[in-house]
């Protein structure tokens, strides 16, 4: 009868261990038993970057890289995009449940009814240079926000809790469109509470003198989708900062100011600005080839295509591409649209590309839409925070509130200097 561990015999000693294996995996403390001598520390794993070790249980997202699945709390992604919105989404991922109607109305009321920011947020972030980058201002007020609310700190409370998340899922895009306002030198626009979720977000981008704005419904719906599919994406590096620095127990505007500082960079949420970048250096179909030829000769990455977890292609890129027609519809045609699809066809017929499992990610397409929208590229990551900020909250509950969870604290395999003695400033080379 098959038995679910794993032996390991250590060569070194002759020695031969049984480890448990629960859920696919073994505890990596399990090898720590493994010594060539009492003294010895025991072994580690060794892991950069974190390939191939789980650090929590989830129940939140599933991600299968190979078949291109993923599903929030067990539903499809693409039946929640196509038949949710987003703060219904967002409920499900808060909380693990669709809401029902009253769930959804209550819900819905108190995400409304935070969207305002203290006026000293406003001044704050009145107080940034004219052009800086709006996902800088956006990481610095979400941080700044902790020191309003310093009831946040007291995590343990779940009343406490709940009213931050409140807050948090309602302001992101008020700051989110406080940082867009404020590089164009437009004055900011309070929240209107009778609009929806991101067609209130609309409004603060873009409203004038309008009395009442009214947004597009295309543009609206098409930006709550984006929404859903952004909104979690389990342990990728936003999350895995959140739950690290939310496993100090600090508050969780702070730790969310470090998630969102993992996604700022271009590997990561930074991905869609520099795919915009790097079609609008193209700039011809003309001009693919060449382009292509460089990053097979690995002068250049071809942002936007590639995953640590897919290795097919990124479902939320095939729905970002039906969302394209849409928008194009009200927006016209983004000419950077067949730029893209001529990289798409050449990659995907090329050998370098199939080899490596290289599809286009969410990343791909989603700057193509912002961009018709007319959003400037630096706004594209900002645009991935609001709705992450869902996300990073469901994952920080939960690894608050997982039992097996302590303070994150990996090892080191330290290779540098032994021990030596302090060298006299005269007496060094
Ligand atoms: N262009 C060219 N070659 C690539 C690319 C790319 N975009 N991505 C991976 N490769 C190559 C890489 O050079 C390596 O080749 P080899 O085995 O010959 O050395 C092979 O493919 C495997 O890549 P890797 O670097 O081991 O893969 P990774 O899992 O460490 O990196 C990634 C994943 C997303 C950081 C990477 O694919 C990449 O830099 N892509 C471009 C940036 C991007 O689009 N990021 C958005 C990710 S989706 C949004 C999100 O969830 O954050």
């Not at 409920?91 to 029902?100: K, T, V």
């Not at 194009?328 to 490596?356: C, Q, S």
Request: a negative charge; proline letters at 5%.
């Amino acid at each position: 009868m098959s038995k679910n561990t794993l032996t390991i015999t250590d060569n070194r000693t002759d020695k031969t261990y049984e480890l448990p294996i629960t859920n696919d995996t073994i505890n990596a403390m399990e090898l720590r038993q493994i010594k060539v001598n009492p003294e010895d520390f025991g072994m580690l794993s060794y892991d950069p970057a974190f390939k191939n070790t789980a650090s929590t249980k989830s129940t939140i997202t599933y991600i299968d890289g190979g078949k291109g699945i993923l599903r929030y709390r067990g539903y499809p992604i693409e039946q929640l995009a196509e038949k949710g919105n987003f703060l219904e989404v967002a409920y499900l991922l808060i909380f693990g449940e669709l809401p029902n109607e009253q769930q959804y109305a209550e819900w819905k009321h108190e995400i409304t009814h935070h969207t305002f920011v203290h006026e000293n947020i406003k001044n704050l972030m009145e107080a940034f240079r004219y052009d800086s980058h709006p996902m800088g201002m956006f990481i610095a007020t979400v941080a700044a926000m902790s020191t309003f609310y310093p009831e946040a700190r007291d995590i343990f409370d779940e009343e406490a809790r709940l009213k931050q998340i409140h807050r948090l899922i309602a302001k992101v895009p008020t700051i989110a469109a406080f940082s867009y306002r404020h590089t164009r030198g437009l004055p900011y626009v309070y929240p209107d509470n009778d609009l929806s979720y991101t067609g209130n977000f609309l409004s603060m981008l873009d409203r004038m003198t309008q009395l009442k704005y009214e947004p597009n419904p295309v543009l609206e719906r098409a930006l709550d989708v984006l929404f859903i599919l952004h909104a979690d994406h389990e342990q990728n590096c936003g999350t895995s900062a959140m739950r690290v620095i939310g496993s100090s127990h600090t508050d969780p505007y702070t730790a969310m100011a470090g998630a969102a500082a993992a996604l700022y960079g271009p590997l990561h949420g930074g991905a869609n600005e520099a795919v915009l970048r790097m079609l609008l250096e193209i700039g011809d179909l003309k001009n693919v080839p060449a382009f292509v030829k460089g990053v097979k000769n690995r002068e250049r990455l071809l942002m936007g295509f590639g995953h640590r977890v897919y290795k097919n292609y990124d479902p939320r890129a095939t729905l970002v591409k039906n969302i394209a027609d849409q928008v194009f519809e009200v927006t016209g045609k983004n000419p950077l649209l067949d730029i893209a699809l001529e990289l798409e066809r050449i990659a995907r017929e090329d050998e370098f590309f199939v080899e490596r499992n290289l599809y286009p990610n969410v990343d791909f397409y989603s700057g193509i839409i912002y961009q018709a929208m007319r959003f400037p590229v630096s706004m594209f990551p900002v645009l991935f925070a609001i709705p992450r900020t869902v996300g990073w909250l469901a994952q920080w509950i939960e690894m608050l509130e997982d039992k097996e969870q302590k303070i994150a604290r990996p090892r080191q395999v330290y290779l540098g200097s032994d021990s030596r003695d302090f060298v006299a400033m005269n007496d060094r080379k």
